[in-house]
């Protein structure tokens, strides 16, 4: 189980290193939308499947963990549905995105 946590080390470790590049040196916004889009649609698919792909997983020593994401995942979706606003405004079949933004349909 360790074994596994410490594959997921490469993939934290580049989350850092490009937290801490951003805030330690001053490169142009441009520089920083190219290696997020480089980073988040290349290199890191790359860095998940290959820390999968090489993961060791064994049932007995994992299925300790299922307990633990199940609970959270549904203590997550309970907390999300009681944080919904109580007094949502229900729109009229009248009011639509063309009514609220008048030029959107001239364009």
């Known amino acids: 189980m360790f074994a596994n ?3 997921m080390l490469p993939d934290f ?6 937290a801490l590049l951003a805030r ?9 939308d190219g290696a997020e889009r480089l980073v988040y649609y290349v290199l890191f698919p ?6 999968i792909l090489n993961a060791q997983f064994s ?5 300790l963990l ?6 959270t995942l549904l203590s997550a979706a309970a907390m999300g549905f009681l944080a919904r606003p109580r007094n949502v405004l229900r729109l009229r079949k009248a009011d639509s995105f063309v009514e609220v933004l008048p030029d959107a349909h001239d364009r």
């Open 24 to 32: 330690r040196f001053a490169f142009q916004r441009g520089f920083w």
């Open 5 to 7: 946590a410490l594959l």
């Open 59 to 63: 049932l007995a020593t994992d299925s």
């Open 46 to 51: 790359a860095l998940l499947f290959n820390s």
């Open 66 to 71: 299922l307990g633990p994401a199940v609970v």
């Open 13 to 18: 470790g580049t989350i850092l290193l490009g």
